[in-house]
């Protein structure tokens, strides 16, 4: 009898773990895909709403969920990375933290954090970056002689 209920219990867990992990995962992917979106702001709206104009009206909603599934298909592709180089756990960490009021304040600021910095980058490209190229560029290599 008592091996009877162990064995019952030992196939119990062999069930309930898989799907308890399973739950985990799909939990971690979700809270991620919602990060990305939540990451990305409304950057990718302000693109396709400048896009958007070019297509022809009645071609526009086909557009649209096109675009989505491309973008399905990209967060797919970034959580992957994510679960790449880090642990579930470090994962609900990350995801724990996005639910605090400092990690909902920065959340709301990074597009805005991206975008300004994004004009950094490209300043020191032009300004310092480019000349300095134009620079190495023009300067004939020394030869030493032996």
Known sequence: ???????????????????SKLHSQESIDSGL???????????IENALSQIIVNIPEENREAFKAEVKNMFDAMYTDV?????????????K?????????????ILGKTSEIMME????????GVNKLYPLM???MAEQPVVEED
């Open 117 to 124: 910095s994004q004009a950094i980058g490209q300043q020191m």
């Open 33 to 43: 895909r919602k990060l990305i979106e939540a990451q990305s702001g409304n950057m």
């Open 134 to 136: 134009q620079k190495f």
């Open 79 to 91: 959580i992957a990375v994510y679960k790449e180089h880090c642990t579930e756990a470090d994962l």
């Open 1 to 19: 009898m008592k091996k009877s209920i162990l064995f019952q219990v030992f196939l119990l867990l062999l069930v309930i773990l898989p799907v």
């Open 93 to 105: 960490k990350l995801l724990a933290f996005y639910e605090t009021p400092a990690g909902k304040r």
